[in-house]
């Protein structure tokens, strides 16, 4: 195309709408490297009636500006053609490099005016798949959009047109919006299984719930826990032996993972061969749980109302309640001696129940029918038999052997035996 080198009063000139550029940069140091109060690369322009439509170049007039340049050279072109136009503001090397918005803006302004795919690569220096990529992805939107050049790259990993749509209105959150997308993808194909492995193993459509399930819902509506579905083959597994129609499954709310929880009718969980050891260790384990939680809210409630007796049941308790406070050693020493060294109050020896004997004493691994004692246990079955010595009562219904169960694994085991056997 020619042009005409020609010398024009800057106030003659134009700005081009269609420039997708909207940070021009450091226009001071720009001004700086000018000979003589312009650039050495004239800006490029077209006659617009009396005066210059710009067209490449805003920074390097918007910098003549700052210098207070009154004229300056031009290439001046015979016509102006916005489509030229943006060619030329993304094709310069030269200037400020466009950044990811301002690029896909300038895409945007190409496909308005029907430019081909050749231009565009000229213009942008992309190669020709990117290009056409950029086509493909943009021409499915209705107008332009405020996008980036990445997230349009990140749309275009999708087939679907409305996760494309997701990705580009997200903007500068692009990325995170694809990965979001993909999750949702994975989850919804790892729940199609679950649910097919579910209804091949007979359970019911209207017992399979992608709902919240309801607080308590097991409870009020007689079932028992089984436990989770995170995988199809968990399925198989956890519903052996158990009549699949008398099975409820609810989607639980975790953001975290994937899982079903699943309960079973309780009649059916007590009375099935199904109900293996690992199951009824588990119930063994809640039970001692329950046993123990009470057991220490039973020794508080004791000591409260010693402490407001203010009797001599309180000064034993306290006496003993000292001696394992302070290690002060032997259990028949003189309690008179002992309770003249410390008072403990109140709040302190109830904190040491509720610390010493804690439902966290047993533990049971994962997925094994065996009940363990920790570390903590023989702290807490000394104290059980400090506040025994001192004048308390377990809460009723809990097995005498329980203390002796807290010092000795044997015991524990005898005793989670006889458990699960009456359960099963």
Known sequence: MQYEVMEVALGDIRFNENNPRRDMGDLETLAASFTDGEPIIPPIVARDGSAYRLFDGERRVRAMQLLGTERCHVNVYPSFVAAEAAIASMATNLKKSLDSTEQAQGFQTMLEYDLSDEDMRR??????????????????????????????????????????????????YAEREAMTIRREKRTAKAREKILAALRKLGVPDERISDGQKPADAEKEMG?????????????????????????????????????????????????????????????????????????????????????????????RINTKVCKARRGVPGIDEDLAAIFSVSRPSM??????????????????????????????????????????????????????????????????????????EERA
């Open 123 to 172: 213009a942008t220096g992309m190669d020709m798949e990117k290009v056409r990529t950029v086509r493909r992805v943009l021409g499915e939107s209705d107008g332009a959009v405020q996008t980036s050049l990445g997230a349009i790259f990140e749309a275009a990993a999708f087939d679907d047109p409305d996760d494309r749509r997701r990705v580009l209105e997200a903007g500068v």
């Open 223 to 315: 079932l028992e826990f089984l436990g989770y579905i995170r995988k199809p083959k968990d399925a198989k597994e956890l519903l052996d032996g158990f009549d699949a129609e008398k099975v409820a499954v609810w989607l639980s709310d975790s953001s975290w993972e994937l899982s079903y929880l699943t309960y079973v009718d309780a009649d059916e969980f007590g009375r099935s061969a199904g109900v293996v050891a690992e199951r009824r260790t588990k119930l063994a384990y809640e039970r001692l749980q329950l046993w123990m939680a009470r057991a220490r809210k039973g020794a508080i409630a004791w000591y409260v109302g010693a402490y407001e007796q203010s009797g001599s049941k309180f000064t």
């Open 347 to 420: 709040y302190e020896v109830c904190e040491w129940i509720g610390n010493t004997i804690n439902t966290r004493v047993f533990y049971k691994p994962w997925n094994e029918s065996r009940i363990l004692i920790n570390g903590q246990a023989k702290a807490a079955a000394e104290a059980w038999q400090m506040l025994e010595a001192a004048g308390w009562v377990a809460p009723e219904g809990t097995p005498v052997v329980l203390p002796a169960a807290l010092a000795s694994q044997d015991t524990l085991d005898s005793l989670v035996e006889g458990m699960t």
